[in-house]
């Protein structure tokens, strides 16, 4: 059975050169999915392939490879945005701390922002937090979400102006609280008391969470 197993993987290794993209990239899936470790050579050429879909399969397999040597040759995915959404997970997955300056300047991209700042959290890419606070002023409301979550979980006591200035505005309220509390931020419970007496009743329910949640 093992040797029939082996037999398998060596057929689905030649299949990384098949003319079909589609093809390579489901070989380069199932490698990954079996950790058959001696594909690492191939899928490291398979990474700059013309099509992006393989390129996407081999960071992942890679990844669950465990293939650290692999994180450079996976970084320039990162600058294509055929190729950067399906890059950021491996990379994260690999603990790549090279790519956050990468995923610093993708987080403020709509089509990757969840993906990217997920990737800094999972890092604990404190660094990250100076270049993030702008975020929170973001005008895309996924991007802006996204940050403040994040913010909440890097621990960034810094965001708590900013993330009390968008709860007046009675923007993001949900996500607001929740990174408060994430903060543990009972110093801010004074303005949040203030807020209990705003004309509009979202913000004082919102208010009231908060208060609620850090216990203040």
């Not at 079909?20 to 392939?49: F, N, Q």
């Not at 419970?189 to 009231?208: F, N, P, S, Y």
Request: charged share 25%.
């Amino acid at each position: 059975e093992n040797l029939r197993a082996i037999e398998t993987a060596d057929r689905v290794r030649e299949s990384l050169k098949d003319a079909s993209a589609l093809v390579r990239a489901r070989a380069a899936e199932a490698l990954g999915t079996w950790r058959i470790r001696k594909a690492a050579p191939d899928l490291l050429d398979l990474l700059k392939d013309e099509d992006p879909r393989a390129c996407r399969a081999a960071a992942l397999a890679l990844a669950q490879l465990g293939e650290r040597e692999a994180i450079p040759r996976m970084l320039p995915l990162l600058k294509k945005p055929q190729t950067a959404g399906g890059a950021i997970y491996p990379l994260r997955l690999l603990g790549a701390t090279e790519a956050v300056p990468d995923f610093i300047e993708l987080a403020s991209d709509e089509r990757f922002a969840q993906d990217a700042l997920s990737a800094l959290v999972n890092l604990h890419a404190r660094e990250a937090v100076p270049k993030l606070l702008p975020l929170l002023k973001h005008p895309h409301l996924y991007v802006r979400n996204s940050a403040i979550i994040a913010l909440g979980e890097l621990g960034a006591d810094e965001a708590i102006p900013g993330l009390l200035e968008l709860l007046e505005k009675d923007t993001s309220g949900y996500y607001v609280v929740s990174a408060l509390v994430d903060l543990r931020a009972v110093a801010a419970a004074d303005r949040l008391i203030t807020l209990l007496q705003h004309e509009k009743a979202t913000i004082r329910g919102h208010a009231v969470d908060a208060l609620s949640q850090l216990g203040v």
